[in-house]
């Protein structure tokens, strides 16, 4: 008899650091139910290389800032697969750089909207389900080296975002830790993605990488590799930790 693969859902996962995870989770073993706010051709391309890779892909268009399109992912979760086994928790938002004093309330709502609150809710509906499955689980959560140092000047409000989700991981591996379900994060540095250009800075990459003690940015890909390393069995006793992908920054 066949041994089902596991299921791992993935979010924001059209490009960047998810569309790494997706692809390496296929490779290593995982059906994939991904979701994807707005580009849908980056989403598709992706299934297609986990496809590829031999997984079962699932795509689903959902704003994690919205709590119906959270249930309409889990719905689908439901409907397809019938169980969760991980879940990479990586959809996030920025906004171009600016000090506090140029941050809206609108900005700052959206943010920690999708940063802070989807994530928890995403991460939600994972324990709920795995609890009820009685076998453990994974989860781990994209946090950023920005948690760390703040970036004044640049983003505060992402960091603060970044921050929370550390207490967030802290306190909900403690929580799920003697149901068998392992609460970790993973927190990149300067890495190679578009979210630099998306905060207006598409330099960022070429100005800073060299200024690490490693004299160079990262790549989603090692990201990706430390994310699945959090998910193996060989992270059996890890839980509640950070595992920082800086270069040393």
């Known amino acids: 008899m066949t041994t089902p693969r596991p299921v791992c859902l993935i979010t924001g996962a059209s490009a960047g650091i998810g569309a790494a995870c997706a692809v390496l989770a296929a490779q290593r073993g995982y059906d994939l139910l991904l979701s994807y706010r707005s580009d849908a051709a980056g989403a598709d ?5 986990a496809e590829a890779a031999g997984a079962r892909v699932v795509l689903v268009q959902a704003d994690v800032a919205e709590p119906d399109a959270i249930d309409r992912l889990y719905a689908t979760l439901d409907a397809e697969f019938g169980r969760i086994d991980a879940l990479i928790n990586n ?11 140029d941050m809206d309330h609108a900005r700052l709502t959206r943010i920690f909207a ?38 004044g000047g640049q983003f505060v409000d992402y960091a603060a975002t970044k921050g929370a989700i550390d207490t967030f991981t802290k306190g909900l591996s403690d929580e799920v830790a ?10 990149p540095g300067i890495i190679e ?29 090692e990201v990706a590799t430390s994310v699945l390393y ?12 950070f595992l920082d992908v800086t270069g040393g920054r």
């Not at 959809?91 to 004093?101: E, N, Q, S, V």
């Not at 781990?140 to 970036?151: D, F, H, W, Y």
């Not at 003697?178 to 927190?187: E, H, K, L, Y």
């Open 45 to 49: 391309a992706v299934k297609q290389r």
């Open 91 to 101: 959809a996030g938002a920025i906004d171009a750089i600016a000090r506090l004093t």
């Open 230 to 241: 959090l998910m193996s069995d060989d992270a059996s006793y890890i839980t509640g930790a």
């Open 178 to 187: 003697p149901n068998g379900i392992r609460v970790n994060a993973v927190r």
């Open 114 to 151: 999708v940063n802070v609150v989807g994530a928890m809710l995403v991460a939600k509906g994972a324990v709920q389900r795995m609890e009820a499955q009685g076998d453990g689980g994974n989860i781990v959560n994209i946090s950023s080296a920005a948690a760390r140092l703040g970036s």
């Open 193 to 221: 993605t578009d979210i630099h250009g998306k905060a207006g800075a598409a330099e960022r990459v070429e100005h800073l990488g060299p200024m690490t003690p490693m004299r160079r940015s990262g790549s989603a890909q």
